[in-house]
């Protein structure tokens, strides 16, 4: 998957993520077969707060729901900056998912306790666009999730 990038059409235009293979080879193939399957095509950002994180991929859109296959942890030296992308997770560190999150800003008290898969290369400005909230009360929401070449 190093030869690719994962895109999110979102209302305001595309966000293109580097999918982070060397750092975190489960996640980024789990992701990437979930977008590919049409998984996160309509799913909404259900928790989008202003100087931390926008969190999506949830299929219940309230942050509860999942595909039911766990991904164990895969925790790296990659800071949480603002554009990384990492997974959710419950407080047991191998229950990844489906649901993200993209940084918005620094957030270095998530270093090596949650598996960062990805950085944002363009587009941060639609990320930093989504409603915000817990939930928002009009989540953005990704169109469609798409893998092309990098």
């Known amino acids: 998957m190093a030869d690719k990038n994962l895109v999110f059409q979102l209302d305001g235009g595309d966000v293109v993520i580097k ?16 977008a590919e399957d049409g ?22 859109g309230n942050g509860m729901g999942g595909t039911g296959q766990k991904i164990d942890a895969e925790f790296n030296a990659q800071p949480h900056a603002r554009g ?23 957030v270095p008290y998530l270093d090596n306790q949650y598996t960062v898969w990805g950085e944002v290369i363009s587009g941060m400005e639609h990320v930093d666009a989504l409603p915000k909230g817990e939930p928002p009360a009009d989540p953005g929401k990704i169109i ?3 893998l092309v070449d990098a």
């Open 144 to 146: 469609k999730a798409s």
């Open 39 to 60: 998984f996160y095509d309509g799913l909404t950002f259900h928790r989008v707060i202003d100087g931390f994180v926008a969190q999506g991929g949830c299929p219940d």
């Open 84 to 106: 990384a992308c990492s997974m959710a997770r419950t407080s047991d560190p191998n229950s990844a998912d489906c649901q993200f999150f993209i940084c918005l800003d620094e």
């Open 19 to 34: 999918l982070r293979d060397d750092l975190a080879p489960k996640h980024v193939a789990r992701i990437s077969e979930l």
